[in-house]
């Protein structure tokens, strides 16, 4: 069974629900998250990573206070 972590989008940016495990960074559900990573999704359809953050509410305020990019 594939496990899917918990995603956000705010303010057209995705934040990612994350946790370290051993050597490698997963996808985590929110209530199990040790951090929060940003992500926006680049022109060819591709997330580009944006930023980590320790808390949702630092993820989410840096979403929001952010400008939207505009893609031409």
Known sequence: M???GFTAIV????IHAMRSAGARVIE???S???FFE???RGPSG???FLQ???SFDAAFEFCF????VQVH
């Open 32 to 34: 199990d998250a040790q």
């Open 65 to 68: 206070d952010r400008k939207p």
């Open 2 to 4: 594939s496990f899917k």
């Open 52 to 54: 980590r953050e320790a």
């Open 28 to 30: 985590a559900g929110q």
């Open 11 to 14: 303010n057209k940016l995705h």
């Open 38 to 40: 940003v992500y926006r």
């Open 46 to 48: 591709v997330l580009l």
